[in-house]
């Protein structure tokens, strides 16, 4: 099981909203038109409240997110949805962050889908270079700040959709931070 998120918010969080255990896939937001905006988030973690702090803090991209509590749920959802990164922590019951990239990485579908993996174990440098052999985009320690999780996932998307179809790179919100 994995630690809970601690994200570190800036001086002023913004108001918390009490969400239902089970919501509705966040909505797409109207924010342009083409394929940039058919690609979602993917989140994944055992652990509500840190989906809701990824949620926070990766709502200002615009981009419509997904949750998933397992590996085994994260690997469904990538090939049912559009899926322009996983956001995933490294230790999940079952299959961990690490098993389920290398079952992303074996698929023709989602084999250069950006993953960035978090945790909050501490740093493990055998772990972290697994984690880069298998070629995820990013590999992040707990407490996450909100704005380099938001950077590091904004630029990964941009680059996965434009790599998918040119000419849509940047077409999303393009938020301060």
């Not at 230790?91 to 290398?102: A, N, R, S, Y």
């Not at 950077?151 to 919100?173: D, K």
């Amino acid at each position: 099981m994995s630690e809970p998120l601690n994200v570190a918010w800036p001086a002023d969080p913004p108001t918390a909203r009490v969400l239902p255990a089970t919501r509705p896939e966040s909505p797409p937001r109207a924010t342009g038109s083409g394929a940039a905006e058919e690609y979602g988030l993917l989140l994944v973690d055992d652990h509500e409240d840190n989906l809701f702090a990824l949620e926070q803090a990766l709502a200002p991209l615009g981009r419509r997110m997904f949750r998933a509590g397992s590996g085994e749920q994260a690997l469904r959802r990538v090939l049912r949805e559009k899926i322009a990164v996983v956001v995933m922590d490294l230790l999940l019951p079952g299959m961990d962050g690490l098993e389920t990239v290398t079952y992303l990485r074996r698929l023709e579908h989602t084999r250069l889908l950006p993953v960035v993996l978090v945790t909050g174990v501490g740093r493990d440098d055998a772990v972290a270079e697994r984690a880069y052999r298998l070629g995820v985009g990013g590999f992040l320690l707990k407490p996450i700040d909100p704005w380099s999780l938001r950077t590091h996932v904004r630029t990964l998307a941009e680059l996965y959709v434009h790599a998918r179809h040119p000419g849509t790179a940047g077409t999303g919100p393009q938020p301060g931070g």
